[in-house]
């Protein structure tokens, strides 16, 4: 564990929907196996949202090892169109889905990520990824994006290398240890309420929901703050660290 560090400000983003949309190759993987009348049937936007819903219902079995991944996102694909009268075979969204993952590889950061990223890393905070997926899967997402450029790759914890996912905890003290970071001056940005919001929480972190598709909040933690783009979050960042570092100092929050 690098000491040093243990003082210093650290923020950790997710990467599928956070740093990039994932609307963009989902979209265009669709239109290319779907007939363009039905897809005409239902907003692109919902329809990915809807994907997003049953990936996260069945992250779970997948985890579990009662699903295997390939079976698991096919039938994210196939259940999310069934909602919207749209039924579709098993090889149809098979092609789908192998379409998806090669438009991942064309994948480019979101507006005011590169500029968030690049003020933070000069202003000293220690920066990194924390992001669910096959390890392999989400570093050539990662390649994609060129954040090695901000970020160095040892800061990149994905959940298939560590062993632990999000929402578990875990994740977020191991990458509290290998960086040489402390929970009480970490923040982690990520859209998925129950992976992200939860998950951070539970281990004693800050949390920026990254909510830019309009999500209804869920149960059980709250994020310290809601955002809706990247621009001008560095300074908002700044805030929110001076902030907890403020209610520390007078004894409102109990230092880990």
């Given at each position: 564990?690098?000491?040093?560090n ?8 997710d990467l ?15 239109e ?21 819903k ?12 009662e699903?295997?991944l390939?079976?698991?996102r ?53 920066i ?28 990149i914890?994905i ?69 809706t ?24 929050l109990?230092?880990?």
């Amino acid at each position: 564990m690098n000491q040093p560090n243990a003082n210093r400000k650290a923020v950790f983003f997710d990467l599928d929907d956070t740093l990039y949309d994932q609307l963009i190759p989902f979209q265009t993987a669709a239109e290319r196996h779907v007939p363009g009348e039905l897809l005409a049937k239902v907003p692109a936007a919902d329809l990915f949202r809807t994907v997003r819903k049953h990936s996260d219902e069945l992250w779970e079995p997948y985890l579990r090892g009662e699903l295997p991944l390939d079976v698991m996102r096919v039938l994210r694909i196939q259940k999310a169109f069934a909602e919207f009268d749209i039924h579709l075979e098993e090889d149809a969204c098979s092609k789908i889905q192998d379409e998806y993952l090669a438009e991942q590889g064309r994948i480019k950061l979101l507006p005011g990520v590169a500029d968030c990223l690049i003020e933070l890393e000069r202003s000293g905070w220690t920066i990194g990824v924390i992001t669910n997926g096959p390890a392999e899967h989400q570093r050539r997402k990662a390649a994609a994006l060129q954040i090695d450029w901000f970020i160095p790759d040892e800061h990149i914890f994905i959940s298939g290398a560590v062993g632990i996912a999000k929402p578990d905890a875990r994740i977020f003290e191991h990458a509290n240890r290998v960086t040489g970071t402390r929970p009480e001056n970490s923040i982690y940005i990520g859209d998925s309420w129950a992976n992200d919001v939860v998950g951070a929480r539970v281990a004693g972190w800050q949390c920026i929901w990254y909510n830019k598709r309009n999500a209804e909040p869920g149960e059980g933690q709250m994020p310290e703050m809601t955002v809706t783009t990247f621009e001008g979050l560095a300074s908002r960042l700044y805030g929110l660290a001076a902030g907890r570092e403020a209610a520390l100092a007078e004894g409102r929050l109990k230092q880990e």
